[in-house]
């Protein structure tokens, strides 16, 4: 009997405009698991700054993330992981990790780790990726490629509004000042910069709800996925 070809589903983007939500909301329509490829850079760099070691040193950045062993598990149709065995929650959300997850995330050889594991996540079955780099270079050949933007005032109210929830005290400004400095980073770096992919849907979210983006990416995928 054939097996059905896995399935890939890649969701780039900035800062705050809407993956996560909308990755989220399309893998549970699709009964696919869903991956938060931010989150092992941001977890990596929790790492860095608990072990007191210089974000901005990439050898030091790279000696650390090769020494730290990743397990992955699914929980609630989310692909998550363990660093040494810990999970650090929803410490890898914090102000400080957000400043530094560029400087790791342009390391080039945590970057070739990091896509490594992403890859491997394929042995749970089909998937709805987040990130910068999905489909440019994680699954480049997934026919499922969608780049959601947003004006960066709309992108820094939302995350705004998330820091607020976790009572973090920040302004709005500070938080487009910060978003601005890491889209600058994650667009420039050498390795693997923040792109529209080839063949990616790209669409703007600024006036639209995150339930309407996410039926257009459901839509494209079963669609496709129906013509074979
Ligand atoms: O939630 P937000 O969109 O602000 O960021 P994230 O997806 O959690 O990613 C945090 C950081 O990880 C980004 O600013 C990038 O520096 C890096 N990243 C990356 O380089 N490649 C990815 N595929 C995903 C994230």
Redesign the pocket.
Known sequence: MLSSPLITVAI??????G??TVARGAARALGFHYV???????GLTWKCLRESVNTEDPVAVAELVNRTKLDFFVEEGAIRFTLDGEDPGAQIRSMLV?ER??D???VPDV?AR?VQH?RDTTRFGNLVM?????GTV?FPDTPHKFYLDADPEERARR?HQEFVKSAADTTVDKVLAS?QR?DR??STRKT?P?QIALGARIIDSTAMQAKDVVEIVVSQVRDAISKG
């Open positions: 780039d983007g900035p800062s705050a405009s993956k996560s938060d490829s931010g989150s092992l850079y941001r957000q997850v560029s790791v995330a342009a970057r990091v992403l987040e990130g910068r780099d999905i994680v995350r978003l890491r980073k994650d693997a923040l």
